[in-house]
């Protein structure tokens, strides 16, 4: 379940350097400066939280239980909700795609939750 963690880790941080490069290079000059805020928040949100996960594959090869399996999980639905709705707000302008963000936050949250929850558990 560790490699699957690492793994997921590894896709996340790739698409947020990916991201990142397209929004300082291919965006700028193109959106909004907000929308363009916007989906660098998403970049720099997504980036934090694959370092997050990877740090969560190491905790779950360390500490016994499914919290950090768990957390990992969460970190990955979370950071794709979050980040993908983010980046959809500021390529369309819709802002139903907002609609989205806080359901990845939440997810995030709940990432963060269980890890700390794994680091209490005997």
């Known amino acids: 379940m ?3 963690l690492i793994f997921l880790a590894g896709v996340q ?10 929004g300082a290079h291919a965006l700028r000059g193109r959106l ?12 720099r949100y997504q980036i934090v939280h694959a370092l997050a996960l990877l740090a969560t ?3 779950a090869g360390r500490v016994p239980g499914r919290l950090p399996h768990l957390a990992g999980w969460f970190f990955f639905w979370g950071t794709t909700l979050f980040a993908g709705s ?3 707000l500021a390529l369309t302008g819709q ?3 907002g609609a989205v963000t806080p359901l990845g936050g939440l ?4 990432g963060w939750g269980l ?8």
């Open 13 to 22: 941080g790739f698409l947020a350097v990916t991201a990142g490069a397209f």
């Open 86 to 88: 983010l980046y959809l």
């Open 57 to 59: 594959a190491w905790v």
């Open 95 to 97: 802002g139903a795609f």
């Open 107 to 110: 997810g995030l949250l709940g």
């Open 115 to 122: 890890l700390a929850a794994a680091g209490l558990k005997r």
């Open 2 to 4: 560790e490699r699957t």
């Open 32 to 43: 909004a400066p907000n929308l363009l805020e916007v989906f660098e928040t998403g970049a």
